[in-house]
């Protein structure tokens, strides 16, 4: 089985501090992706790395950051964590191709900043 | 960029019974995919049906199947037969062909009724 682990379920933070949110999977995908879930507005897309050391925006990348070093491995960095980051963040990573599409998705971190 | 709506934020439907969520996208792309997702209450997200806009014929996964009007940019999922498993939050999303970059809508809550 396909599996996404993301570093922390749960996060408190102060404004101001330096976050990260570590996600590695253990296929080989090369996909990698970034969503915030907030209730009535879904997944927003925050950032999408489709191989190593490449990265792509979405819709809201203001305040964060990513890092892909490694194939398995991407990072989603709050430079300086703000009150209206607070939110469910959802790493998920799936292949290119004939099956791209078919994301494979972390349990998600909470990210709680006060 | 491409844009996902779905205008239903919450459906209920009795067990057995069938239910259509609406789906509508916009984008300039010619060559793209669409999905629907799950995400059970407290569980992660999962695939439950693909479709790839090249394809004419409506894809359809056991109870599940859509209707797919490229024209009208709509893609509405049906869930025949509903049974209480079926209860969770559903997404529709779309993916470009060219960069996998994916974007999901806000989310139809559905409850199935015994």
């Known amino acids: 089985d396909v599996k996404v682990t993301q570093s922390s379920r749960y996060l408190v933070k102060r404004t101001g501090e330096k976050v990260f949110l570590e996600c590695v999977q253990d296929?080989?995908?090369?996909?990698m992706f970034w969503y915030r879930q907030d209730p009535g507005l879904g997944l927003r897309l925050i950032y999408f790395?489709?191989?190593?050391?490449?990265?792509e925006k979405g819709d809201i990348p203001e305040g964060y950051s990513v890092s892909r070093e490694k194939k398995e491995r991407f990072s989603l960095i709050l430079e300086s964590a703000s009150t209206n980051q607070t939110s469910m963040y959802l790493c998920?990573?799936?292949?290119?191709?004939?099956?791209?599409?078919?994301?494979?998705f972390g349990e998600g971190s909470r990210l709680t900043v006060l | 960029a491409q844009t996902v709506t779905q205008s239903q934020p919450e459906m209920s439907v009795q067990e057995a019974e069938t239910v259509t969520l609406s789906c509508t996208y916009d984008?300039?792309?010619?060559?793209?995919?669409l999905f629907w997702y799950k995400q059970p209450p407290s569980r992660q997200m999962i695939l439950v049906i693909r479709q790839e806009a090249y394809k004419q014929q409506n894809a359809t996964e056991n109870r599940f199947s859509v209707n797919f009007q490229k024209a009208a940019k709509s893609f509405s999922l049906k869930i025949s037969d509903s049974q209480l498993g079926d209860t969770a939050m559903y997404f529709c999303a779309f993916m470009k062909h060219v960069n996998n970059d994916m974007r999901f809508g806000a989310g139809t809550r559905l409850t199935v009724k015994p």
């Open positions: 296929m080989d995908h090369e996909n």
């Open positions: 984008t300039s792309e010619s060559n793209y995919y």
């Open positions: 790395s489709y191989d190593v050391k490449m990265k």
């Open positions: 998920a990573s799936g292949i290119q191709g004939a099956k791209a599409g078919e994301l494979f």
